[in-house]
């Protein structure tokens, strides 16, 4: 069956450093892959887009690489700041072309 | 522009109650969808419609759960009966044109609460 993972678990880091987000998925084959960043009682903001055929985007602090043979996405969030603290959604576009949500992976950062 | 405005923010009713939640998507936006958030199962697209028609709902749980998009600023989605089990958040979302490669944009959510 079709598979979105994001770790569960938060990821408590310290202001400054870089927080590496993963989504893993499994029996896709997405042209798409979006991050979206959500707070606590809003919906979610789209963040970075990136295709199928590009292995890496960047946007200010932040960079996204698509690795197809591993089918992973790794999310990148350099000179971490408290104000990063969120919750972080990777979303695939599946074969109906519909997006597909992760279940997200809570960040803290640490003054 | 005002961004995906959604009505109620939140809505408490108790079981067996018909429940409507609303909708306005930006503006020239051509595609709406209607997710459900819950800590089990997280972010789940329940319909999509383009340009007013519904495309997919594939997602809707079950007969209890419809949603109509009469014209271009409005949508809603009604529950009725509705169940404790149908406590959620739910989101409207709106993008501009073609799915998965285009942003969407997400409303602020209704927090609804069946007793």
């Known amino acids: 069956s079709q598979k979105i993972e994001q770790n569960s678990e938060a990821l408590n880091i310290q202001e400054g450093k870089t927080a590496t987000l993963t989504c893993n998925y499994t029996?896709?084959?997405?042209?798409?892959l979006q991050w979206y960043r959500q707070d606590p009682g809003r919906g979610p903001v789209f963040l970075l887009l990136i295709r199928e055929n590009e292995k890496e985007k960047r946007k200010e602090r932040l960079k996204v690489t698509f690795d197809t043979t591993l089918k992973q996405s790794l999310f990148h969030i350099t000179a971490s700041q408290p104000a990063d603290s969120a919750t972080y959604l990777c979303?695939?576009?599946?074969?109906?072309?519909?997006?597909?949500f992760g279940s997200g992976t809570r960040l803290l950062v640490r003054p | 522009d005002a961004g995906v405005i959604q009505s109620p923010r939140h809505e408490v009713t108790e079981m067996g109650q018909e429940v409507t939640l609303r909708c306005k998507p930006i503006?020239?936006?051509?595609?709406l969808f209607w997710y459900r958030q819950t800590m089990m199962r997280g972010l789940e697209l329940l319909i999509y419609?383009?340009?007013?028609?519904?495309?997919?709902d594939s997602g809707m749980p079950e007969d209890r759960f419809s949603a109509k998009m009469p014209n271009a600023s409005f949508s809603n989605l009604k529950i009725q009966p509705s169940e404790p089990r149908d406590s959620a958040v739910y989101f409207c979302?709106?993008?501009?044109?073609?799915?998965?490669?285009?942003?969407?944009?997400f409303g602020p959510g209704t927090r609804l609460t069946v007793l």
């Open positions: 419609f383009n340009n007013n028609v519904p495309i997919d």
């Open positions: 503006s020239g936006h051509d595609y």
């Open positions: 979302a709106s993008s501009r044109r073609a799915l998965g490669g285009d942003t969407q944009y």
């Open positions: 979303a695939l576009m599946d074969s109906s072309y519909k997006l597909i």
């Open positions: 029996n896709y084959s997405p042209a798409y």
